[in-house]
């Protein structure tokens, strides 16, 4: 009876966690419009498209002080949902905005600024739902045993249910965007994504934070005293060392995307919709991922399997160096069949990681600062992002990559393969798990 209740109690945060994260993978939608805007649209280089992308995702990096802010400052008692609304508003103006200005009006600076807005919408909401994820991992067992947190297992459930739900969003989204971006102008997809994000924001206001039965911690209690517990939790060398080596693992590579998106429509005039359905098939495998996670992978230590995805995140940018020399071709193999194939699962390996890892952390994280915790986490990926599109453009130029000439990808992809490898060097930063309380047994 009681493990019946704790479920049911959990539903409304479930729900709001599920349409939260289908919307969050549903942005491709409108990201996929926004580089064939760029390409055909401003007429921008590859170089120019890299740098933009990974600009765009400025507002990312201040992530812990949206998560110090929603840990300390409560807005009507509330300190989760109110967040999650004001991040949806901000995002539904920026899409809508540039969906009904004129294209004569819209320039790189224009565009970029509305990017810019979303992206600190999205990273807010982002905040929010995973220091939601992190709380409600924390709360006391209903199962009649006394005290205690959910074990670990409950964790992971839940961060699978929401990845599971961020990877449906983003089939969707992926499948929908491949084939409207051939039939309707960028335009008409900013504004449909912008009416989603103002329905995620009339039903987020009508959720009371109570209901998502939440621990209960102690209502404004600063962002100084917030800062200071963060900057403690930093300093424990399990969860600082775990960190630098995640953010590093990340930033190490030079990022080829831009690039590779150029090559692929450019050079072999891969139609949009395969490009579309290539990342349907990374998504569904990204889902895939979640299931087998949950159910055979969550007992492996989180340093071998992030180890192993990293060194398969290697061996598939050796196969792209094949692919742009013509290899695969030559066996008869399509381009577009290796596109759906090869580059839908390499998108999504980047992110692979991020399930154990954030899993990890959650169990790694002392109560009352995991909405801070998770900010960080989430602000140094991205932060590592950034550095990794900027490398990806210093290398491109290193290697003579432009707009009509790719005589230098194969070599730009053996040194971006090389790099990836390199974090395994000192793998063992990654902590491992904290040992399951034992439990009292009652006679």
């Given amino acids: 009876m009681g493990s019946t209740e704790a479920k049911d109690s959990s539903n409304p945060a479930r729900k709001l ?35 933009l992308q990974n600009s765009a995702n400025i507002p990312m990096v201040g992530k812990p002080l949206y998560g110090v802010v929603s840990d300390a400052v409560y807005i009507r008692g509330q300190h989760r949902v109110p967040y999650i609304a004001i991040g949806a508003f901000l995002q ?9 200005l004129p294209t004569s009006k819209i320039s790189i600076i224009t565009m970029s600024t509305y990017l810019l807005l979303s992206n600190l ?6 905040v929010a739902h995973d220091a939601i994820v992190a709380e409600s991992g924390k709360q006391p067992a209903n199962n009649g045993s006394k005290g205690g947190s959910q074990p670990p297992s409950s964790t992971s459930e839940l961060q699978s249910f929401v990845w599971m739900a961020s990877s449906l969003g983003g089939v969707l989204g992926n499948l929908v965007g491949g084939v409207a971006i051939s039939r309707f102008s960028p335009q008409h997809m900013f504004l449909v994504f912008g009416l989603l994000l103002t329905l ?20 404004n209690v600063g962002i100084r005293k917030q800062l200071s517990e963060l900057g403690a939790t930093l300093r424990k060398p399990k969860i600082a060392y775990s960190i630098a080596w995640f953010a590093g693992s990340y930033a190490v590579i030079p990022a ?14 891969v139609d949009s919709s395969v490009l579309g359905i290539s990342k349907v098939f990374g998504q569904a495998a990204n889902l895939a991922w ?11 230590p989180p340093r071998q399997l992030i180890s192993a995805i990293q060194a398969t995140m290697a061996a598939f940018m050796l196969s792209d160096a094949l692919f742009v020399r013509g290899f695969y071709r030559t066996m008869g193999l ?24 954030n899993i990890l952390m959650a169990q790694l994280c002392p109560a009352g600062c995991e909405g801070s915790l998770m900010a960080f986490v989430a602000s140094s990926i991205a932060f590592a992002f950034i550095v990794s599109g900027y490398l990806g453009v210093a290398l491109a130029s290193y290697v003579g990559i432009s707009e009509n000439d790719f005589s230098g990808f194969p070599l730009g992809l053996l040194i971006q393969a090389a790099c990836t490898l390199l974090p395994l060097a000192w793998a063992s930063w990654i902590a491992d798990p904290p040992k399951p309380k034992s439990r009292t047994k009652s006679f």
């Avoid at 919408?121 to 982002?126: K, Q, R």
């Avoid at 995620?200 to 209502?219: D, G, H």
């Avoid at 979640?290 to 492996?300: A, D, G, I, P, Q």
């Fill in 121 to 126: 919408g999205a990273s807010i909401v982002e």
């Fill in 256 to 269: 080829l995307t831009g690039t590779m998106f150029f090559y692929q429509t450019q050079h072999l005039h």
């Fill in 290 to 300: 979640s299931v087998v996670y949950n159910r055979r992978l969550k007992s492996v």
């Fill in 334 to 357: 399509p381009d577009s069949v290796y596109v759906v194939i090869s580059s839908g699962l390499l998108e999504v390996l980047y992110f692979f990681k991020i399930l154990p890892f």
């Fill in 92 to 100: 539904a103006v920026s899409w809508i905005a540039i969906a009904i």
């Fill in 17 to 51: 966690l599920g349409f939260g994260f289908w919307v969050q993978g549903f942005r491709c939608f409108p990201w996929m419009a926004v580089n064939f805007f760029l390409k055909d649209g401003i007429k921008v280089d590859p170089s120019t498209l890299q740098l």
């Fill in 200 to 219: 995620q924001f009339f039903i987020t206001i009508a959720v009371r934070e109570s209901s998502l039965n939440l621990p209960k911690s102690p209502a």
